[in-house]
């Protein structure tokens, strides 16, 4: 059990990071940001890169993946949110942009590095593993919660007290309100999508270690982010951190007792349910407590 | 197109659809033709779903899976014959669609997406998995097929098929015309359009939408029996979220609102597709920019571009004067 609570961890710890940039996406521009996956195989590729090329120092690593990351949704702001804001069709031309931008990507990754998938220098090993009664917690596990926790205290505090979080929030509540008193739809859109491109590739970095670097491994993240963005209610930050828990609890539970291939599965039916009660997901559940 | 042209244009199709086998005895071509069969009518009934009633479901791939799988298992279980395939398929399809549906038509576009997405990647793991029951990894072989055993591998084989696939378009073309231009089509239409107007006008949205989804997933089943008899099998393929991408690239090359675009598309880019095989990922890489462009620079795909130029002549182009995003908390 305690096996499954550690990995609970570190699932959540890393789901959040994803489902976060997700979810703010939507809310406050309203697009799917269906590009998320290989924004995280890129950035995992640049940290890669910068460990063989740079140095093989965890700041370097680190940094690498989060500013390719952060780049990567610079990208997507200036060829899929600027061309496309307010113009026809723009729900379903922004899905098929990322997710050209995803096909391109991945298949570009593919051409340049090759299907092998490579591996990551260990990121944390001045951590030493420690041990819960009995359970080896690896030093990548520790260090990967330690900098999720961080990361996501750091952008709830970036959300809740910077004038651009006070903007960004006020789009997600209501778009015509915030243009109203003065919110720069434009400027607010490029913060979202940077920060949500740096997040991802944060989260590329921590998972590295676990699940190597290869130009598809971005698509399981993207389906695990998508899911807990959408059972956390879209928009929500706190509800996207309970969604991360429960999400990576389920998958935990299930990946121990019942087995790895039926995690998918299992998430699939707990979203079913959880949607057929509650169509605004975990927020809506905040939301009605609150009233 | 002038308006003679325009009315003449699906009896051509059809005349040439039939007079094919009679001119080639090229089993290749034959094959490709079977492989364009299904993705026009899976993209036919996708179009229906995600263009006329504007639901992101990404789900299409999972029904026409669950049918294949389902046909070739009993066929292997239960000794079913292939033409038992299409009423399984078409009731499965059905089925599942509803399955699905239920808890996702009340669901706002991008969360159905999700849940979509979901679906067929846990269907495509489930079924590796499953070692037992479907095969893991190689899939289930040695199913019942349309094509008779003594004519395996040879060009009237494949014209087995391919009536079989034809018969299948028909069935998804009428699918789409009946319900595009019918009840259904004009209240999904509003739907998309306005929630508040439909409902004001007494429109049950989510039944609209439950019904264009079932009707949609049971043709899917059947192209899922076909695929089933076709291949004597079924494999995880068919869940492949590669294949998703480029019937998806299809559908908006062409034009997501007519089924004329729809053929353009499925076309142009399975010919790229067949003949560009040599060159994978430049070939992807490729598809994905055309797919861009288009999308950055047209509204509605290839079919759509003589409207919007003639809009964009008589000065009407759309400014961006709507807000792209007014959403009260989905």
């Given at each position: ?133 009995g359970t080896n917690v690896t ?153 | ?239 492949s979220f590669s294949t998703l ?47 861009l462009v288009l999308t950055l ?34």
């Amino acid at each position: 059990m305690i096996d499954v609570l550690i990995s609970t961890a570190f699932l959540a710890a890393v789901y959040s990071l994803v489902a976060l940039g997700l979810s703010l996406t939507w809310a406050g521009l309203g697009f799917l940001n269906l590009a998320h996956g290989v924004t995280y195989s890129t950035a995992a590729y640049g940290a890669w890169w910068a460990s063989v090329h740079v140095s093989g120092n965890p700041l370097v690593v680190l940094v690498a993946g989060t500013i390719v990351g952060a780049a990567f949704g610079g990208a997507i702001f200036l060829l899929v949110f600027l061309p496309l804001d307010g113009k026809r069709n723009f729900d379903l031309r922004t899905l098929i942009a990322t997710l050209a931008i995803a096909l391109g990507t991945e298949n570009l990754l593919l051409d340049r590095f090759g299907p092998q998938p490579h591996t990551f220098p260990a990121l944390f090993d001045w951590l030493s593993p420690i041990e819960i009664s009995g359970t080896n917690v690896t030093a990548d596990q520790q260090g990967a919660v330690l900098a999720a926790t961080v990361l996501v205290i750091a952008f709830v505090a970036l959300l809740t007290g910077s004038r651009m979080g006070l903007g960004v929030r006020a789009l997600t509540q209501n778009v015509e309100g915030a243009t109203l008193v003065g919110i720069d739809r434009r400027t607010a859109a490029l913060a979202i999508l940077i920060v949500s491109g740096a997040l991802c590739g944060l989260a590329a970095v921590l998972l590295g270690p676990v699940y190597f670097v290869s130009y598809d491994n971005g698509l399981q993240p993207m389906i695990k982010g998508l899911t807990v963005a959408m059972l956390g209610g879209l928009g929500s930050v706190r509800g996207t951190i309970i969604a991360a828990v429960i999400v990576a609890f389920v998958e935990a539970m299930t990946a121990t007792y019942i087995g790895a291939e039926n995690v998918l599965v299992a998430l699939f039916l707990l979203i079913a349910i959880v949607l057929l009660v509650r169509p605004r997901g975990i927020a809506g559940i905040l939301e009605t407590t609150r009233a | 197109m002038p308006e003679k042209l325009d009315r003449l244009f699906w009896p051509i199709i059809a005349a040439l659809a039939v007079a094919l086998p009679f001119y080639t005895d090229d089993s290749y071509v034959l094959a490709e033709m079977i492989l364009f069969g299904m993705y026009f009518s899976i993209n036919l009934m996708w179009s229906l779903v995600i263009g006329t009633a504007g639901l992101y479901s990404f789900g299409t791939l999972a029904f026409v899976g669950i049918a294949a799988y389902a046909c070739a298992w009993l066929s292997i279980n239960h000794a079913f014959p292939w033409w038992l395939y299409p009423p399984v398929g078409l009731v499965l399809g059905a089925f599942a669609g509803l399955l699905v549906a239920l808890p996702a038509v009340r669901l706002r576009g991008v969360y159905f997406a999700l849940l979509t997405i979901g679906l067929v990647e846990a269907c495509g793991q489930y079924v590796v998995a499953d070692v037992t029951n479907f095969g893991g990894a190689q899939g289930l072989v040695g199913a019942d097929s349309i094509i008779p055993p003594s004519k395996q591998g040879l060009t009237e084989g494949y014209v087995y098929a391919y009536a079989g696939i034809g018969a299948i378009v028909v069935v998804a073309l009428l699918t789409y015309w009946w319900v595009a231009s019918g009840r259904l089509g004009l209240r999904l239409r509003t739907a998309r359009e306005s929630e508040p107007v439909a409902q004001a006008i007494g429109i049950d949205i989510p039944r609209a939408r439950l019904a264009v989804f079932v009707i949609t997933s049971a043709v899917l089943g059947l192209v899922g029996a076909f695929r089933a008899s076709y291949d004597a099998g079924a494999n995880k393929s068919v869940f492949s979220f590669s294949t998703l991408l480029i019937l998806f690239a299809m559908i908006v090359v062409g034009g997501i609102s007519s089924p004329k675009g729809i053929l353009i598309g499925t076309g142009l880019l399975l010919y790229i597709e067949q003949h560009y095989n040599s060159s994978g990922a430049p070939r992807l890489i490729a598809l994905g920019v055309i797919m861009l462009v288009l999308t950055l620079f047209t509204t509605d795909g290839l079919a759509g571009l003589p409207a919007q130029l003639r809009r964009r002549l008589a000065g009407t182009g759309k400014a961006a004067a709507t807000p792209a995003h007014a959403d009260e908390g989905s």
